[in-house]
């Protein structure tokens, strides 16, 4: 079955550092989506994109934060300059219609 | 954000026996409730849908049952399995959201025993 597929699978990085995680959705969806969860809290949305754009994005994506899909199959989220409070882990999401399908996330520390 | 709350943050549940997990919302806009079910290490797992024009849905041992005018919802799960243990996650869109992003519950940890 296709599944969603993020790199890598944990990031450590100094603080005001850039980061960039990966992710390659299915590869027929059209939506694509990022979510963190920070340790003890709630699965959160971040971003949403379509037709190549950003289609809704939440408070927490400030100017900090953007999504590219580069290639036509890879889908990025890049933090520009890292904060402490920005470790958490990080999930894509895609779909066609419903549901979405996640990829296992990458776990970004903040040092 | 508490548009979506799982009070029950644990469940300990016989194998063979039911379990029950309760979700509620509080945005009359949401129409699409799903169920998600997450293992240590990996990302959360569809398990189950309901739109707001049904009331419950059954996929072999699971069952959602959407309760609107309470704006609740439980996932049933019969018989249970030890490898049903996992941490499950409720979560809605609203139709007014065209790009269908997800709101998540805080999600409920289920330990199934021998």
């Known amino acids: 079955e296709p599944e969603v597929t993020q790199t890598p699978s944990h990031q450590v990085t100094q603080m005001g550092q850039e980061v960039i995680l990966r992710c390659v959705p299915i590869?027929?969806?059209?939506?694509f989506y990022w979510y963190r969860q920070i340790l003890g809290q709630k699965v959160e949305f971040l971003v949403s994109?379509?037709?190549?754009?950003?289609?809704?994005k939440s408070e927490i994506f400030d100017d900090q934060f953007s999504v590219e899909r580069p290639d036509g199959s890879n889908f990025t989220l890049k933090i520009r300059s890292t904060k402490l409070e920005d470790s958490a882990m990080y999930f894509c999401?895609?779909?066609?219609?419903?549901?979405?399908?996640f990829g296992d996330g990458t776990r970004l520390s903040i040092l | 954000d508490q548009q979506v709350k799982q009070n029950s943050p644990s469940l300990s549940v016989q194998e063979g026996r039911i379990s029950i997990l309760n979700c509620d919302y509080t945005n009359s806009m949401f129409d699409y409730f799903l169920w998600y079910k997450k293992y240590p290490a990996e990302g959360p797992t569809f398990l189950i849908s309901?739109?707001?024009?049904?009331d419950k849905n059954e996929d072999g041992r699971f069952t959602v049952f959407l309760n609107k005018s309470a704006k609740h919802l439980s996932l049933h799960i019969v018989p249970s399995q030890p490898g049903d243990s996992a941490v499950y996650f409720c979560?809605?869109?609203?139709?007014?959201?065209?790009?269908?992003?997800?709101?998540f519950g805080a999600g409920t940890q289920v330990v199934v025993t021998p």
């Open positions: 979560a809605a869109s609203a139709a007014t959201d065209s790009w269908g992003k997800l709101q």
């Open positions: 994109f379509y037709n190549n754009e950003i289609s809704e």
């Open positions: 309901i739109s707001s024009i049904k």
């Open positions: 590869s027929n969806h059209l939506y």
């Open positions: 999401a895609s779909r066609l219609s419903q549901p979405q399908h």
